[in-house]
């Protein structure tokens, strides 16, 4: 689980030893980490949220190319620049100053009395402190996202931390999963830059008010981030997206693409029914619709409840004569796949390297063994809600 503090608390902290060269807000720069730039080969280096310590004999003469620089810092998401000027022949240009303003990125001078391991060993234990204390809050969160009836004192610690009455909150939460199976190097990179991201966009939420505060929980195949935010009437549940959500589509892992599964707005209190939401549609992105990499649950609750009805002892919606179609791989996978790509013969055909006659022949088999034709409106109810049962129980 990853703490990022802000900029601005960073600064706070150190007695006016950095001078800032730009006029850039400094609050919703979330920090993650200090290191030095010894090459300028950014992307190589650079996850996201670091402050980022250069001598000024490191940097480029010219003009464009260290504007350049700035807007790869910019893009891979550095949180400032500190510069120590090593000899008197380097100056920064008030046209690149106001560039470096533009595009956000904080840039500040380290006097030549401080050294890169003064600054280095306060930032660093500005982060050690924060993520120690808020281990905690990890165990809780944890507990929360499990508890169908948490009490109000569960939520003491968080709220502690955060200065805000958490169980008086609404919360949503957002799944991220990998879509791909990463090596152990892959996946600690793809993660640190992904809740990289998150921080930043969600802190950026914070500081307009969008939203109260949050929380990033990683995962061993992603991230959790938890959101909370003022209660709201119910009609401004289902309003639309929130721009920090057209936001998480722009995220980038290095490696592999990424689901998203949002939950609805639900009371703090739902929290575990929240993370349920947001793993289902994890489920349905990645089952059903797979270009498709923001899922809301708002959109797939209705086979969230078929699911839950089919699996009532009570309820059966599925005809016992489809039994025979489930449990032939074959004729399954047709009816399928026919299904994902709009009851399409030739993509079908395609998709599963079979002539065209061949599927229509396993429509047909189907047909002739349920007494369910796929091209009526009621027999296809039962058809397509058979596949979809069955695939969100494999």
Not at 50 to 72: A, D, F, I, K
Not at 196 to 202: A, S, V
Not at 321 to 341: A, C, G, S
Request: charged content about 20%; hydrophobic content about 40%; aromatic content about 10%.
């Amino acid at each position: 689980m990853i703490f990022i503090i802000d900029l601005k608390f960073v600064l706070g902290h150190q007695h006016n030893r950095l001078i800032a060269i730009n006029a850039v807000a400094l609050e919703g720069k979330p920090v993650s980490s200090i290191t030095i730039m010894d090459n300028l080969s950014v992307h190589q280096w650079l996850r996201g949220g670091e402050m980022v310590l250069v001598g000024s004999h490191t940097l480029p003469r010219e003009n464009n190319q260290l504007r350049e620089l700035l807007t790869e810092l910019q893009q891979n998401h550095a949180c400032c620049l500190i510069i120590k000027y090593i000899n008197n022949s380097f100056e920064l240009f008030p046209n690149l100053i106001k560039f470096s303003e533009k595009i956000g990125l904080p840039i500040f001078r380290l006097p030549k009395q401080t050294t890169y391991l003064e600054i280095m060993n306060d930032v660093n234990t500005l982060l050690f402190r924060e993520r120690q204390s808020r281990h905690l809050a990890m165990l809780d969160l944890i507990h929360l996202l499990k508890t169908d009836n948490p009490l109000d004192q569960d939520f003491d610690y968080l709220s502690s931390l955060k200065n805000i009455d958490l169980y008086k909150q609404d919360v949503q939460v957002v799944q991220i999963i990998f879509h791909a199976t990463l090596t152990p190097s892959q996946r600690v990179r793809d993660l640190y830059s992904l809740t990289g991201q998150l921080h930043t966009i969600f802190t950026t939420a914070v500081h307009q008010a969008t939203l109260s505060t949050y929380f990033v929980i990683e995962t061993a195949s992603g991230a959790t981030a938890i959101l909370f935010m003022a209660p709201r009437q119910r009609k401004d549940k289902l309003s639309t997206i929130p721009p920090y959500f057209r936001s998480l589509t722009q995220i980038q892992a290095a490696y592999t693409d990424l689901y998203f599964g949002v939950s609805d707005i639900q009371p703090a209190r739902q929290l575990q029914t929240a993370n349920q939401e947001a793993s289902f549609s994890i489920k349905v992105a990645k089952l059903f619709n797979p270009q498709k990499k923001l899922i809301l649950f708002h959109d797939v609750a209705l086979w969230s409840m078929i699911n839950n009805a089919q699996q009532s002892t009570s309820t059966k919606l599925i005809p016992m004569r489809l039994k025979d179609i489930l449990q032939n791989p074959e004729l399954f996978k047709t009816l399928r796949v026919f299904f994902q790509n709009n009851e399409s013969v030739k993509n079908t055909s395609r998709i599963l390297y079979t002539h065209p006659n061949t599927i229509r022949y396993r429509l047909k088999e189907i047909m002739l063994k349920t007494g369910l034709d796929y091209r009526k409106t009621d027999d296809k109810f039962y058809l397509y809600v058979a596949v979809i049962t069955k695939m969100l129980n494999q």
